[in-house]
């Protein structure tokens, strides 16, 4: 189990317990945690599940594929620290990672 | 009207085997789908990517895979309704009537939908403002590139649209483009190309930068990009074109009136019939307990819908279970002789 904290648009926020192995985007759909749509179920094929990673963060994570960031392109409004929230694997290495959600997805 | 046994909604890979399913069991289907063409999200987002893990296919990309199921549903010359929308579905005499954008109108005992995550649509500029310029001077698509002639013009996106249009209209327009990174993701040959043009000062490219705001009043004059360190550049244009992919929307599916669990529609496993009889929800837009969005599991959902789609259609007639290898009845509705 890592914490994984999920800020929504307007700050609020929810930390919850996400199994390692999970992504950080099953961690809050599981957990029915808004802004956070994943249409494609986790495929890399649309981007819906997109978090802006907290700056701290940005260095800790894998850095993104070709594939996730040419993803990202078609987000909504996409910055520096986003992220497709499907490609990040929940291990000890993310416990206390801190995302937030963009405005809305589509 | 047109009159039909089934009215398939999508036309990607689930859609397509849901034809030879319901063509098999001598029935016929009309397909709506909002692309150009067949093929659904395996052609919209992976044409050229492999995917493993389709029974007896060790590889294949989504368009091979587009291509095998077209071929396969060939003898049953179905009529395909592409760049059309379905909007509003209606109960007539236990009938199913469904509209479409275009005004076309189905009347069938069954619809299923094969949508997959609803119906691709151009992501827009999230801009408030871009709203009243939309359809004026802020594009998601070019029907006539003689609009453009002589004009300014903002080109936003990385992908291979952005970059043919912006070669296209450097020849008959002052184009700029612009993308949110240094990479492009459209194909290196043009990219290739647009950098040689940028050197000869014959178009401009900014990267690193994403739209910030629009200025002007009943036409754009002009918009603003920022990049990550805020700087700010102002840019006067006359047109805007938006390239920034394509996003799934349920559309109108969603006010059918059919029980939904987030953006799916709920189905029973039996026959992947929806809370109303005779619309059936099948593939990437289905789910039940344990559902899997596999192209496989889109495959037996069509094959067990079917058979309740022939006892809507065929009352009078008694479902028979029956091998393609052996009934002679599926091999002539195939176009094969009978062996």
Redesign the interface.
């Known amino acids: 189990m890592s914490k994984i904290t999920y800020i929504d648009s307007s700050g609020n926020s929810k930390t919850i317990d996400v199994a390692n192995g999970l992504s950080v985007m099953e961690g809050a759909i599981q957990n029915n945690i808004p802004g956070i749509d994943a249409d494609c179920g986790g495929g890399m094929a649309c981007a819906t599940c997109h978090v802006y990673v907290k700056e701290e963060w940005l260095n800790k994570l894998d850095k993104p594929e070709d594939a996730e960031q040419d993803m990202i392109d078609m987000a909504f409004e996409p910055k520096k620290n986003s992220r497709l929230s499907c490609q990040l694997i929940v291990s000890d290495k993310l416990d206390g990672l801190i995302v937030t959600t963009p405005s809305k997805q589509t | 009207m047109i009159k039909t046994d089934v009215v398939i909604v999508g036309a990607g890979p689930v859609g397509l085997f849901t034809v030879h399913q319901l063509g098999i069991k001598g029935l016929k289907a009309e397909v709506i789908d909002n692309l150009d063409k067949a093929g659904g999200?395996c052609i919209e987002?992976?044409p050229d990517k492999p995917i493993y893990d389709i029974p007896a296919i060790p590889e294949c990309t989504g368009k091979e895979l587009t291509e095998n199921l077209l071929k396969q549903i060939k003898p049953f010359k179905t009529n395909f309704h592409l760049n059309d929308r379905v909007q509003e579905v209606s109960n007539e005499n236990n009938n199913w009537v469904v509209k479409t954008n275009k005004n076309k109108v189905f009347s069938a005992p069954n619809i299923i939908i094969a949508g997959g995550?609803?119906s691709f649509e151009p992501?827009k500029i999230?801009l408030k403002e871009s709203e009243k310029y939309e359809g004026k001077n802020i594009f998601y698509s070019v029907s006539d590139k003689n609009k453009f002639k002589g004009k300014k013009v903002v080109i936003f996106?990385?992908?291979d649209s952005a970059l043919d249009w912006t070669l296209e209209l450097s020849k008959i327009s002052n184009v700029t483009l612009i993308?949110?990174?240094d990479?492009f993701?459209g194909a290196p040959y043009t990219l290739n190309k647009i950098k040689k043009l940028e050197k000869a000062g014959k178009l401009q490219v900014k990267t690193k930068y994403?739209i910030s705001s629009i200025e002007g009043d009943v036409n754009i004059k002009s918009i603003t990009i920022k990049n990550?360190e805020e700087k700010t550049i102002k840019i006067d244009t006359d047109y805007v074109l938006g390239f920034?992919?394509?996003?799934?929307?349920l559309g109108p599916i969603a006010e059918w009136g059919l029980n939904m669990n987030k953006?799916t529609i709920s189905v029973n496993t039996e026959n992947f019939q929806t809370n109303k009889k005779g619309i059936f929800a099948i593939g990437?837009i289905c789910s039940y307990p344990g559902k899997e969005?596999l192209i496989l599991s889109g495959f037996h959902e069509a094959a067990l819908a079917s058979v309740e789609c022939f006892k809507r259609a065929r009352p009078n007639e008694k479902y028979r279970f029956q091998f393609t290898t052996s009934s002679k009845e599926i091999q002539e509705r195939l176009g094969r002789k009978p062996k």
């Open positions: 999200q987002l992976y995550v609803g992501r999230s996106g990385g992908g993308h949110r990174r990479e993701r994403q990550d920034f992919g394509l996003i799934m929307q953006k990437d969005r």
